[in-house]
């Protein structure tokens, strides 16, 4: 049987969030560099957010550059930056054509002018399209966004514009570089590796967590429909009881 016929329409997830990992290990398999294995990455985010948005997923968040990436040989970090700024120039149009909307989080400020440059156009060429929300996280981390959050709350209660018991969890969301995404449903992460790796920690509280040993430059349309296919058999109860969910 198809896999997407396996799929409940009704219970789709409405954000799904990819840690791409194994871009390295692939390339050591075939005995290349690691930017090879990142160069074939860029076809694997394609095929997933194409059948997000064939399945009716209607946000998406890829981990593409951490905080902590910065510290990797400069020879990589500037592939994977001309990386970004060429998959983001080449697909801009199709992702507009099919509705797909794209934004970013992270520590934009420290990308380099000609990556921000091309993220920003992308962003407002595509602004208006409402299918899938492709969002990327560039120089992000969960450490990161929280301090940043919190430096900026402390801004706002020095001015006077707000009281400290004002501070709730609602207030705080919405000082997070993710506050008009929904909290992810179900987190993927490839490679076999058992880690969140500083991604999204408040944002996943709930989440359901999907590992697969796929290396990330082989992660297919299969792949994500498996991942959907397993979140769906999993009874999410949010700390209560399960009678309590009917
Ligand atoms: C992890 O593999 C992957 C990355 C650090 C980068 C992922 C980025 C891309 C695939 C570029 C395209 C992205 C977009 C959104 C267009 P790794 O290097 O940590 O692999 P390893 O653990 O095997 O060493």
């Known amino acids: 049987m198809d896999l997407l016929q396996q799929i409940d329409k009704e219970r789709i997830p409405r954000h799904v969030a990819v840690i791409m990992d194994g871009n390295g290990r692939w390339a050591r398999q075939r005995g290349k560099e690691r930017n090879y294995g990142h160069e074939n990455g860029v076809e694997a985010v394609k095929q997933t957010v194409k059948a997000a948005a064939e399945i009716g997923v209607p946000f998406l968040t890829f ?7 910065w510290c990797r040989p400069e020879s990589e970090v500037k592939t994977l930056m001309e990386l970004l700024v060429n998959a983001i120039r080449n697909e801009t149009p199709e992702l507009d054509e099919n509705g797909v909307k794209l934004m970013a989080i992270g520590d934009l400020n420290a990308l380099p002018a000609a ?19 492709v969002c990327v996280a560039l120089s992000y981390s969960s450490r ?8 900026r709350i402390a801004e706002r209660v020095a001015n006077g514009e707000i009281k400290p018991d004002e501070i709730d969890q609602n207030l705080f969301e919405s000082h997070l570089n993710t506050n008009s995404l929904p909290d ?27 590992f697969t040993p796929v290396l990330w430059p ?9 991942a959907i296919i397993d979140y769906q058999r999993r009874e999410r109860r949010f700390g209560k009881l399960a009678e309590q969910l009917l």
């Open 218 to 226: 082989d992660f297919r349309r299969k792949h994500f429909l498996q």
């Open 144 to 151: 990161w966004e929280i301090a940043d959050a919190s430096r």
């Open 115 to 133: 990556c921000r440059t091309q993220l920003e156009e992308a962003i407002s060429i595509t602004s208006g399209n409402e299918k899938l929300t």
């Open 63 to 69: 981990f593409a550059f951490s905080t902590e990436n």
């Open 184 to 210: 992810p449903d179900l987190m993927i992460r490839t490679s076999g590796e058992l880690r969140v790796s500083n991604f999204l920690l408040w944002q996943i509280a709930y989440s359901e967590l999907y």
